[in-house]
């Protein structure tokens, strides 16, 4: 009987095993299903945005929950696509759209590699914006690199049909950066549609641009006028503002080109730059991670000490006349070097390796970079052995402190961090210490020894006075 019953109930157990299984993939393939109705439906709103009217069938509108967001500083760019009408005089209407189609894809995938939010959209437009939902100070780099390559690749197809006597997509891009208020809208794909004077001014630079060129304000110019060959393209009347000056954005300069005739696609010299002016944000969200993780007690390796070891890199890595490639090694090594302590104390720049293995692969730092800066994050472990200049550096920084005026106090925020964690020691015998630290410390690098070496002897002696007998 016994075995009867076990036999049962082991055939349901295997029937809802079996069930749930089959609930799982049921939940799995109408999970799949949504996505791809969310995914047809976007691309046909899209479709509808630069098709004319009269060739459209009714649409279909999907809201979910709305909320909107102000951000300071967003470049949005802004296309205007003509040609539908001539071009469907040349093949079936339906076939035109397949065409617009691929190429939006196209642009898709371009908005997507350089870090940019499509736009829900109304009208004859395609719109997208660098600086959302993530906020970063690269945005007007970002959408000019993205133009360049859209009308490059539009311009290439041109080409192609011309030579087959066929009319082709017209576009004209407008470039702004300024504030705006963007609606998020969606509940698993998030969609943004953006408003106010920046969309309009961007807008306005597409009507004022000749048919294939990118028209940027003056706004966007002043941010991207170093690495790019620009134009002056006139002023257009702007509400409130007065006269606002345009430019033309012809392509990189030559000296940041991997094709110095085409002057479109990025060489290492133009990421390096890019990337130093990205340490901004990187920094940012460093420190805001130090500052909510790092533990209470820490009151010297703090993100302040952080910040002053960064700036020490900047400062001694540019009197040693490293390049910019060596300094933005130095500024990342400094800005990780004790983030390990979010981890633990002992080994914290082991561990401050391992948080920078993780994080500096989705800030597009190479392998061989994340390997250098892991070296110089381990060089800062004491007692100090710097092999390499940039070593040397990096140990000069982390101790900038000890030919300060304001050695003392940081010295004792050292002496508050011991005793929050457990270590009995007092003040006197402290100060000691600190002077036999001092006396057997040195400076690596010719900038730091003229900065700081004869600031430490004047902190040698200032402790010497404090300590009793």
């Known amino acids: 009987m016994n075995g009867t019953k076990e036999e049962e109930l082991v055939y349901r157990a295997a029937n809802l095993l079996r069930e749930n299984l089959e609930l799982k ?11 791809k109705v969310l995914k047809d439906n976007e691309r046909y709103e899209k479709l509808l945005s630069v098709v004319p009217k009269e060739y459209l069938p009714q649409g279909v509108n999907m809201e979910f929950g709305q909320r909107s967001i102000r951000f300071k500083m967003v470049t949005v760019m802004y296309m205007d696509i003509r040609g539908f009408k001539t071009i469907s005089n040349d093949k079936d ?44 100070i690269t945005n007007p780099i970002d959408v000019v690199l993205a133009a360049l390559e859209m009308s490059d690749y539009l311009e290439n197809l041109k080409i192609k049909y011309e030579k087959n006597d066929k009319n ?6 407008g470039i702004h950066t300024g504030s705006v208020t963007a609606t998020q809208s969606g ?32 706004y966007t110019y002043e ?39 085409i002057g479109r696609y990025p060489n290492e010299i133009f990421q ?6 990205q340490f901004t944000d990187l920094q940012e969200t460093i420190l805001d ?9 820490l009151h010297y390796h703090n993100y302040k000490h952080t910040i002053d070891v960064v700036n020490q890199a900047e400062l001694i890595g540019y009197g040693e006349g490293v390049d910019d490639q060596d300094i933005l090694l130095l500024k990342t090594a400094a800005l990780f070097h004790d983030s390990g302590h979010i981890i633990g104390y002992d080994n914290h720049e082991f561990f401050g390796t391992q ?93 730091a020894i003229r900065l700081r070496e004869v600031g430490k002897e004047k902190q040698i002696e200032r402790l010497k006075k404090l300590i009793e007998e």
């Open 168 to 173: 082709f997509w017209e576009l004209r891009i």
């Open 289 to 297: 991670k130090l500052e909510k993780e790092l533990p209470s007690f």
């Open 272 to 277: 390096v730059k890019y990337a130093l002016r």
């Open 355 to 447: 948080i920078a293995r993780e994080i500096l692969p989705k800030w597009k730092y190479t392998q061989e970079q994340i390997e250098r800066i892991c070296k110089l994050i381990m060089a800062t472990k004491l007692p100090p052995n710097p092999q390499t200049l940039l070593e040397k550096i990096m140990c000069d920084a982390d101790l900038d402190y000890l030919g300060r005026s304001d050695f003392i106090p940081v010295s004792n925020s050292l002496y508050d961090e011991l005793r929050a964690q457990g270590k009995e020691i007092d003040i006197n015998t402290w100060n000691k210490q600190q002077v036999k630290f001092l006396t057997g410390h040195q400076y690596f690098t010719n900038t």
């Open 223 to 261: 941010s991207i006028k170093e690495y790019f060959l620009t134009e002056y393209n006139g002023t257009i009347p702007v509400k409130y503002q007065g006269d606002l000056e345009m430019y033309y954005i012809r392509r990189l300069k030559l000296a940041y080109s991997v094709n110095r005739k």
């Open 93 to 136: 209407p339906s076939n035109a759209i397949d065409e617009l189609d691929q190429i939006l894809f196209h642009f898709d995938e371009i908005a997507e590699k350089y870090n940019l939010q499509k736009i829900k959209t109304i009208g004859d437009a395609y719109m997208c914006a660098g600086g959302l939902p993530n906020k970063n």
């Open 25 to 35: 993939n049921q939940i799995k393939e109408l999970s799949e299903q949504y996505d």
């Open 187 to 218: 509940r698993k794909n998030i969609s943004y549609d953006i408003k106010g004077e920046t969309v309009n001014i961007a807008t306005r630079m597409a009507s004022a641009a000749d048919t294939g060129k990118i028209n940027a304000s003056v």
